[in-house]
């Protein structure tokens, strides 16, 4: 579907920057002194702690404050609609695990899309993932490139030795055997597998070319909505199967990589 982009990505960038840093920021502080676990959600590894509660609201407050009006679609607190068609995605803590395990792998993931919150619509505009313990804050906007910083951002194009690839798991224990199977198909395109428990930040590293590709059946809209968009901004691909089921596949890679991952994963669905 073709939306018409009407806000300047360039602007929502650096906006989704500032805030990304801000609220990692928080997140850390809070990190240091002590996780407190404030409830669990769909399962019992599924975990939100009170700095995601925190730092999502530090996130909402912000937006409100300077883009009133647009669409908000949090992972802790409810949606809101837009009435000037951008709508805000955030993962106030994506990695949540590893932040209660005390794992530096963890980011903040705020993307600005134009259209509502529904993934299989919206176009990416900007997207900013901060991951406060690695110092690390990846940007992009449409049209405008991916970046580390001040560094362009690119997919790898050949992967000679193997793919090295990154997956996840959903908290639904019942979904593990299947998930492992999946793994057992696409392991002959691998040299390595990662599974770092951030999927905003395997889709950074996928467009760092620090991973060749990365695949994960369930993620919700805020666990790739600004990781997608780095992703495509540095070149690569990212699609995702099986959208009608609960647990839509996303694959994200190069363009010959995201081919064959492609194929050998939708012949699991
Ligand atoms: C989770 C992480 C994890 C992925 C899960 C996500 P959360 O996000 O991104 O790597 O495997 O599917 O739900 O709950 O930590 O924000």
């Not at 809070?30 to 700095?51: N, Y």
């Not at 997207?127 to 405008?144: I, K």
């Not at 991973?211 to 790739?224: I, S």
């Amino acid at each position: 579907m073709t939306t018409a982009v009407t806000a300047d990505a360039e602007q929502l960038r650096h906006l989704a920057a500032d805030i990304a840093r801000e609220a990692g920021d928080l997140a850390l502080r809070r990190r240091t002194a002590g996780v407190l676990l404030a409830a669990t959600k769909t399962t019992l590894a599924d975990i939100v702690t009170e700095a995601d509660r925190d730092v999502e609201d530090l996130i909402r407050t912000r937006l409100s404050a300077e883009r009133p009006g647009d669409g908000f679609l949090g992972e802790e607190s409810g949606a809101a609609e837009t009435s000037t068609g951008i709508t805000w995605v955030v993962d106030p803590i994506d990695g949540t695990v590893n932040y209660a395990y005390g794992i530096p792998a963890y980011n903040v993931s705020i993307a600005a899309v134009q259209g509502s919150a529904d993934p299989d619509t919206w176009v990416g505009l900007a997207g900013a993932v901060h991951a406060p313990v690695l110092g690390e804050l990846f940007t992009a906007s449409r049209g405008g490139g991916a970046w580390l910083g001040a560094q362009r951002l690119a997919v790898t194009a050949t992967n000679p030795a193997g793919a090295l690839l990154a997956t996840g798991f959903g908290y639904d224990p019942s979904t593990h055997d299947g998930d492992l199977a999946t793994i057992r198909q696409v392991m002959p395109l691998a040299r390595d597998l990662r599974r770092m428990g951030a999927a905003a930040l395997d889709l950074a590293y996928v467009a760092a070319g620090r991973l060749d590709g990365y695949f994960e059946r369930g993620l919700k809209p805020w666990d790739f909505a600004a990781g997608a968009l780095l992703v495509a901004e540095a070149g690569g691909v990212v699609t995702r199967l099986d959208t009608a089921s609960a647990r839509p596949m996303l694959i994200a890679a190069g363009a010959d990589l995201h081919a064959r991952l492609s194929a050998v994963l939708d012949d699991q669905i």
